[in-house]
C-alpha cells in the first residue's frame, strides 16, 4: 500500500525535491504516513483479537485469552516487519530524479 502511494505521489515528490527539499524531509514523509497506516492497523488487529478471544473463551484451555506479552510481541513484529516493507518505498521516493518526475506527465 505504502509502495502504491509513493507511486502515485512520484510528480508531488518530483516537485518537492525540485523546490529544494532535502532527502530526508521526503523520506521521513513517506515513512510518517506509514507510521498512520501501521498504528492504525495494529489498533484495529488489536480490537478484533481480543474480540475474537472473548468469543473462544470457552475453547481456549489452560491459556489466558488476554496475553498480554503475546499480543506485544506479536504487535511489535508485525510493526518492525510493517516498518521494513516500508522503507524501500521510502528510499526509491528519495531517489526520484525531479526532472524525470516532472517530464512524465
Known amino acids: 500500500m505504502i509502495a502504491y502511494s509513493v507511486t502515485q505521489r512520484t510528480r508531488e515528490l518530483g516537485v518537492r525535491l525540485a ?25 484495529a488487529g488489536l480490537i478484533c483479537s481480543l474480540v475474537a478471544a472473548s468469543l473462544i473463551r470457552n475453547l481456549l484451555f489452560e491459556t489466558v485469552p488476554w496475553d498480554v506479552p503475546t499480543l506485544a510481541g506479536v504487535g511489535g513484529l508485525l510493526a518492525a516487519s510493517a516498518f521494513l516493507a516500508s522503507y524501500v518505498p521510502a528510499l526509491r521516493a528519495t531517489r526520484v530524479d525531479p526532472v524525470i518526475a516532472l517530464r512524465d506527465e
Open 19 to 43: 523546490l529544494g527539499a532535502q532527502r530526508s524531509s521526503v523520506y521521513r514523509l513517506i515513512l510518517k504516513d506509514a507510521s498512520v497506516v501501521i498504528a492504525v492497523g495494529l489498533g
